[in-house]
């Protein structure tokens, strides 16, 4: 149990929250999780965690020491279905945070009540958070209503390989959608290569190309240059590569793209493109975001 002075102090923390609820941005949205039984994000995959990762500065091991359930006139706007906790947590790893994090941290978190209106059980348990610092020390803001996935031995080592891929030199960019593709059939039926350039928000080149040969399966290769290497392959599934196609190419090729192609070339160019995403599968994110 926390002593007087320290419930007095959380209590003005909260009224602060509550009178100002941009202080706390994750938590003002309406954004129900898929969860287990017990109430916590269950089977997040890939995609889900990169989401989860790419916003956050700060990722941390952490186990829950204290939680409180804040009163309704205290806890501002909560989804339904959900009480607003103040957690306090001991950090037992720090995964990422360039400018360190206390020992002890507190933050907020949106629970979701079980179908008997219960809250899980977090005390002692073991967590993983994506957040940001919050504006007082030693507290922290998730940075989205569901950053907090349990820590499992397994799961911190899939986190810790995606935050690698995120700052390695070679990472590949994120997408911002398609630029020009371009199509040249060969001499006999069936022959033809198409070229798709891709619009990155860093301006680095990334194309896509698609081979076909008679009586040969079609082949394809994304290129992260201004050359297509003749190494170049189709991008390993779960892989950083793989995440930033399969979860932000459209689903087919605009008009745009296909402006000053023929009207033959271009539907080659579009069959070559569903060859592309087929191969790719869908993103498979999980979570409810909104």
């Known amino acids: 149990m926390k002593s007087a002075t320290a419930l007095q102090s959380l209590g003005l923390a909260c ?55 804040l009163k309704p006139e205290r806890a501002g706007a909560v989804p339904p279905g959900h009480r607003r906790l103040y957690m306090e947590a001991e950090v037992t790893g720090l995964i990422r945070g360039d400018g360190g994090i206390s020992p002890t941290i507190t ?21 993983i958070l994506f957040a940001r610092q919050g504006g007082r020390p030693g507290e922290v803001q998730l940075v989205a209503p569901d950053a907090q996935i349990p820590s499992t031995p397994a799961e911190v080592e899939r986190v810790k390989h995606i935050l690698a891929a995120l700052v390695a030199p070679d990472a590949p960019p994120r997408i911002l959608g398609l630029g020009d ?43 992260l240059g201004e050359i297509v ?23 087919a090729l605009p008009p745009q793209a296909v402006r000053t192609l023929s009207v033959q070339d271009a539907e080659a160019a579009r069959a070559d493109y569903r060859l592309v995403t087929a191969a790719l599968g869908p993103c498979r994110r999980t979570r409810k975001t909104g």
């Open 229 to 251: 290497d003749e190494a170049a392959r189709p991008p390993e599934p779960g892989s950083l590569l793989w995440y930033r196609l399969a979860c932000s190419l459209p689903p």
């Open 107 to 127: 933050y907020l978190y949106d629970a979701p009540l079980d179908a008997r209106g219960k809250l899980p059980k977090f005390k002692k348990a073991a967590f």
């Open 15 to 69: 009224l602060i929250s509550a009178a100002h609820p941009m202080v706390f941005p994750a938590f003002a949205q309406d954004r129900p999780m898929v969860t287990s039984s017990s109430g916590i994000p269950a089977g997040l995959s890939y995609a889900d965690i990169v989401d989860l990762a790419e916003g956050a500065p700060l990722v941390a091991n952490v186990r829950i020491r204290n939680i409180i359930t």
């Open 181 to 223: 593709a371009f199509h040249v059939a060969g001499t006999i039926a069936g022959e033809g290569e198409t070229q798709i350039f891709l619009r990155t928000e860093s301006g680095d080149p990334v194309s896509l190309s698609i081979l076909r040969r008679p009586g040969q399966a079609p082949r394809w290769a994304v290129a």
